[in-house]
């Protein structure tokens, strides 16, 4: 067991106990109500632990500051506390099987869901570790629950230690980062750091620069309604219509299913309405700017072909930006990345950088002028119920968390 295992343990079971899901469709800030009691409670949590400046701000983010005990730039910590909308999250039983002995994992909620090192190798190399599942009918919320964990456990370590040397640190607990509204405007200027790193990341040693760029697209289908019995020659149904635009996509080639490395994708993501209109949603992801664009055109062209051939409908597409490749912005200072890779090799970490089929909060903090990076935190299958995380793997976590800001304190990253 090493110094922060079971800080870290009881951290993320009793934070993944508290629903705290996103939702896409609301238009409040944060986009739940529930989002505000994990958020209440890491402020409050914050405070007795002894940070400073601790506030909840209107837009739902928990700051706090790690006073400097050394010269050094003002380094920002960030995750976020939203669990994805994708797969249930009501009821989440976090379990944790001690000293894993590398077979198949269950879920005493879903006996005939399993958990095998064999369709996932990245547990097999976990053997002995203590491993943390939720129950098999939820998803655990590691993402990014464990991330809160690992930056709680370093701060309150910091604090105990004030002979470690380090510069000032923020802390921001975000909401909403799965539905891409984690950073709000304000959040630059509010957390005041030089540069920044999110917790957000999977594998140990996954140092990562580089993400998905992204729009989101609202696709609406407006048929012509009459009743079924005296329909011939007059009804336009929106749910065919709204097949066809789906079926007329490159389903063989441009999904996320049927996608992989660097290659980007037109998703699907939600489709409701009936025969008299139908609303889809759709979410556009490349790596450069041009595929994103051609992503966003192959989806007009799609609903225009369809609109073409049934001129009494109506079908429109509206396209929204939502993050870009952050990569834009970190590879002409690569100091934050260059800093993270130092720290995991002061950790005993092989650094490994790979493009992230995602984003973060990261993202949209680096295109607002705050170089943010996306770390490490060991958890594995997200956004479903055989989502799983590493106790040990969150340790090292915490571990390049304290190296970070230790290295950074040495004179090697100007103040």
């Known amino acids: 067991m090493t110094l922060f295992d079971a800080e870290l343990e009881s951290r993320l079971t009793r934070y993944a106990a508290i629903d705290s899901q996103s939702d896409a469709a609301s238009a409040s800030g944060p986009s739940t109500e529930i989002q505000w009691t994990i958020l209440r409670l890491l402020a409050d949590e914050l405070t007795q632990i002894g940070a400073a400046d601790v506030r909840l701000t209107d837009y739902g983010t928990v700051l706090a500051t790690i006073p400097g005990t050394a010269p050094g730039p003002t380094i920002g910590f960030l995750a976020h506390v939203d669990t994805a909308p994708q797969f249930n999250a009501t009821g989440v039983r976090p379990r944790v099987i001690r000293g894993y002995n590398g077979g198949d994992i269950s879920f005493p909620d879903a006996p005939s869901l399993t958990l095998s090192p064999v369709e996932f190798p990245y547990l097999a190399g976990k053997q002995g570790h203590d491993i943390i599942t939720a ?6 919320g590691a993402d990014d629950k464990a991330g809160v964990a690992i930056i709680m456990t370093a701060a309150r370590h910091l604090l105990e230690n004030p002979h470690i040397p380090h510069g000032p640190i923020r802390i921001a607990f975000t909401p909403d ?189 680096t295109e607002m002028g705050v170089p943010c990076p996306n770390l490490f935190t060991g958890m594995q299958n997200i956004h479903g119920p055989m989502e799983w995380v590493s106790v040990q793997d969150m340790a090292q976590a915490t571990q390049l968390c304290l190296a970070l800001v230790k290295e950074a304190s040495t004179g090697a990253v100007p103040a």
């Open 177 to 365: 980062e799965e539905i891409g509204r984690g950073v709000d405007k304000r959040l630059p200027a509010d957390l005041g750091a030089d540069f920044a790193y999110t917790f957000d990341g999977g594998a140990v040693g996954e140092v990562e620069f580089e993400s998905f760029s992204a729009d989101g697209a609202v696709v609406t289908v407006r048929g012509v309604s009459i009743h079924p019995g005296f329909a011939a020659g007059k009804m336009v149904n929106a749910i065919t219509l709204a097949s066809k635009i789906i079926a007329a996509l490159p389903q063989a080639t441009m999904t996320p299913e049927t996608t992989s490395d660097r290659e980007g994708f037109i998703h699907a993501t939600d489709m409701t309405g009936g025969s008299s209109d139908m609303t889809l949603h759709f979410i556009l992801r490349d790596f450069e700017r041009d595929g994103l664009a051609q992503k966003g055109e192959i989806l007009r062209r799609v609903c225009d072909a369809v609109q073409a051939g049934e001129p009494r409908a109506e079908i429109t597409c509206t396209i929204t930006p939502q993050y870009r490749n952050m990569r834009y912005w970190l590879e002409t200072d690569m100091t934050p990345v260059e800093l993270a890779r130092r720290a995991c090799a002061q950790i005993g970490v092989e650094p490994v950088s790979v493009p992230i089929r995602g984003g973060t909060d990261g993202s949209r903090l």
């Open 135 to 140: 129950s098999g009918t939820t998803l655990l």
